[in-house]
Each structure stands twice: as structure tokens, then as C-alpha cells.
């Protein structure tokens, strides 16, 4: 039996919470809301993140991390990515000894331009390399917690960590597959945010399937470019992490980040869009981490810079759109 302390208690990190506690494992679920921490203790709902679905019984919410870390033996570490470093530094004080880290945020740190992974290093040391996973694709929580099959990916340099978390998480209805591309794996889940947020202004815009189409394509291509020029093999684009999660997220009416995306296209102002939300769309601060990573390394990232200048500096989403359409011709293979 693992004890596994999962902490974030938003709608992904109830939705995992859940499924390891509906398997018998003892869960942990760390929260710093108060109204989570009193729904889920009292009803067994997470009336903020996750209304109207019931949760298993064995879920033990906790709001102090020392608790949650204490005589624990892995952490699913499912916080927002600018939030990641700050909760691990806090949790390192609070670790006795060292415990595997598997990770369900998707992100890229503004400053550092780190991964998740890039940041355990970081903060616990790089002894922390074998005993770190990530588990990305595509997964909207409400779905999983409903039990629609559901089918991702979970990374690890670690072999034998991979296969035991492998067979933890795997479900009959929350399939699970190994890959050893941490990087690309994780990459994957973090930019497929900021192709959906285009995809989203697209639809906004009335474009039309064959643009969204296009904008999926395409934006697999430049996520492909990304990676491969960070060390990730290429076929884990094709994969669960990568095609599979672009699809889902640029497509599926349950993704913030498209959400977001048609509100902006629509004529509606970013900061208004993000003030009436109360969970997080990773894809608004990763496309400034994936445009500063794209400059950083000479990778061609056309539809990831365009969506910079819309969040950040305010171009209009149709004068993007013309300036995405008439760029230079070139080979559709050409890197």
C-alpha cells in the first residue's frame, strides 16, 4: 500500500486525488482553500474546482503541508506552474527523506524558463533525476472522474519507477503507457495550452474547421521544433502527450485555455477573461515561457509568437491572423 500525498486540489489534482482513493491507495489531498478543504472534509465534494461530482470517501484533505508530507512515500505534485517552485521549497523543509516526485502540472516557468522536472532538480538537487515522473495527455478531470476512458502518458528516466507508477495509476477505464522522454512529455503538455488559446481566438473569430484544423497542424509542427532542439525525441509529438493533448485541448468545450481563447477573439479584454475565472489556464503565462524559448534557441515558432503579442501586447487577433497567413512560403517539412 503507497501513501501518496497528491498536492493541489484543483479540478486535475481532485480529479487523480480521487481515482488512487477509489483503488484502495492511501490518499492525501493537500489544499490551501479553505471552502476545498471544508466541502470535501464535510461532503465529500470539491464544491469550488469540482462541483456535482462525489468523491471517494478514502480522500483525506489536509491543509498543512508539514502533514501532508510527513510519512509519506511519493507526492503527485499537481500545483499551477508558477506556483510549482514556491510549494516544493516549502516542501523540502518539511521532507525527512527523499520520496518520488510525479508530476501532473503542465507548464514552463516564466524567469528561469525551467520545466517542472528542471525545478525538482533545482530545489531538491540532482540526485532527484531518477526518482521524478510526469504523467501528461489528454485527460479533462471532470471526464476521468466520471470514468470515460481516458488513455495518457507517464515519463520517467527511472524504468522501475515508471513501471510501478504505471500500474498504480492504471485503471480499466484511465489506461496508462510508459515513456522515458521526460522532456518531451512534459513539453508537449505545457505548449499544447498556447495552440489551444489560438485555436479558441480562431473559433472566436467565426474562422471556421478548416483554420482550427490548420492552427493544430501547424502548431504541432513548431511544439516538434521546440523540442526537438531541447532534447525530446520526436515521436513522443505524435503520442498521448503531444497530438493526442493538442486535439483534446484545442477542440474539447471543457479546455480553459480554448475557452479563453474564443473570449479573446470575441472582442473580450484578457484581464477581464482571467478576473471572472476561478481555476487557472496554464496556456496565458506558457506562451510568454514558450516565446522567450523559442527566441533563446533560434526556433521558429510562428503561431506561439503571434499569441504573444495578442496576450501581451495587445495586437489585434485579426491583424495575427494576416500576419500568420501571408509569412514567407516555404517547404511544409522545413524546420
Sequence with gaps: MVKISVIG?????????????EKGYDV?????EEEVYNSISIENINRLFLPEVSLCKRIVPVKSLDEAVCNREALLMVVPSHFFREVLQKIKK???????VICATKGIENKSLMLMSQIVNDVFGFEYKDSFACLSGPSFAKEVVEKNPTAVTLASQNEELARKFQNIFNTSRFRVYESNDIIGVQLAGALKNVIAIAAGVSDGLNLGYNARAALITRGLAEISRLGIALGAHPLTFAGLAGLG???LTCTGDLSRNRNIGIKIGQGNKLSDIIASMNMVAEGVKTTKSAYDLGVKLSVEMPITEQMYYVLYKDKKPTDALDE???RRLKHELAR
Excluded at 486540489?9 to 482513493?21: E, K, R
Excluded at 518539511?94 to 518520488?100: A, E, F, Q, T
Design 9 to 21: 486540489a484543483g479540478s486535475w489534482g481532485t480529479a487523480l486525488a480521487n481515482l488512487l482513493a
Design 28 to 32: 492525501l489531498l493537500w489544499t490551501r
Design 94 to 100: 518539511c521532507l525527512l527523506s527523499p520520496i518520488p
Design 245 to 247: 493533448d493538442l486535439i
Design 324 to 326: 500568420l497567413m501571408n
